[in-house]
């Protein structure tokens, strides 16, 4: 059963056209990767189908378990069952890393608190009473992040560029959490630049100029990785220095 339908999507910004005609589809409980040059629309993707400001007018549907999206905001989006992991999460100024995991949670208790955050590899005492600032680094607050989304238990959980601006460690907890997600049967959608990434997922997507061009098991599309490229007709629409089009 498809859990999220793409349908013929075409979004301009700036007069260019990131988005165009896109379709795909994702199955219930399966993990994707959307792979593509800079410019291709990954993350335009991504904020398109989490509803954010700006790129809600679009021609074309997006379905949710069978609902059109279109006229639905974020928090009717996130509270569908749909949540984004951003690519540099957000700070929050006077919120509390346990506050910050609770205001989502599917289960409200200190358990849940201790069981995500060390499901992110990071110790419950040291963490749950930090402040979402500046004095956590980039990695940990990747971390944090997860972990919130791990105790909403989603049913679609889109990352993009996962392995951005962390270490190793980070990235291995990360994995960790896109195994645990596959257990919990949440879909996963994996926005990436990155092989190591992608061999994370059991099936991919190729885009570019804001088209799918190629897609299926993850070894097919691992041949992007190893050519820069695949041969097409597209034409470079937008250019691949488009600094809307990522």
């Not at 792979?35 to 400001?53: E, F, R, W």
């Not at 069981?115 to 004095?135: H, I, N, S």
């Not at 599309?221 to 691949?240: E, L, M, Q």
């Amino acid at each position: 059963m498809s859990i999220l339908e793409v349908k013929n999507i075409s979004l301009h910004l700036n007069e260019q056209t990131i988005l165009r005609d896109l379709n795909f589809s994702l199955d219930d409980g399966g993990i994707y990767a959307v792979i593509g040059p800079n410019g291709a629309g990954k993350s335009t993707l991504a904020s398109t189908v989490m509803g954010l400001s700006g790129y809600r007018e679009h021609s074309g549907d997006i379905l949710f378990k069978g609902q059109s999206l279109k006229n639905l905001s974020i928090d009717q989006r996130a509270r569908l069952g749909i949540t984004l992991a951003w690519q540099e999460p957000a700070r929050y100024e006077g919120l509390t890393v346990e506050a910050f995991i609770k205001a989502g949670a599917a289960e409200n208790n200190d358990h849940c608190i201790e069981k995500t955050l060390d499901a992110v590899g990071l110790e419950p005492d040291r963490y749950r009473g930090r402040a979402m600032d500046k004095t956590l680094s980039g990695g940990e607050r990747k971390r944090i992040e997860l972990a919130s989304i791990l105790a909403a238990r989603p049913e679609l959980v889109i990352m993009d560029e996962p392995d951005s601006g962390i270490d190793v460690e980070a990235l291995n907890k990360i994995f960790d959490a896109i195994q645990q997600f596959k257990e919990m049967n949440t879909t996963v959608l994996l926005i990436t630049h990155s092989l190591t990434v992608l061999e994370k997922a059991e099936y991919a997507f190729l885009i570019c100029c804001g088209h799918v061009i190629d897609q299926g098991g993850v070894d097919k599309i691992a041949g992007y990785f190893r050519n820069k490229c695949v041969p097409c007709d597209h034409t470079n629409f937008p250019s691949a220095s488009s600094p809307t089009g990522e």
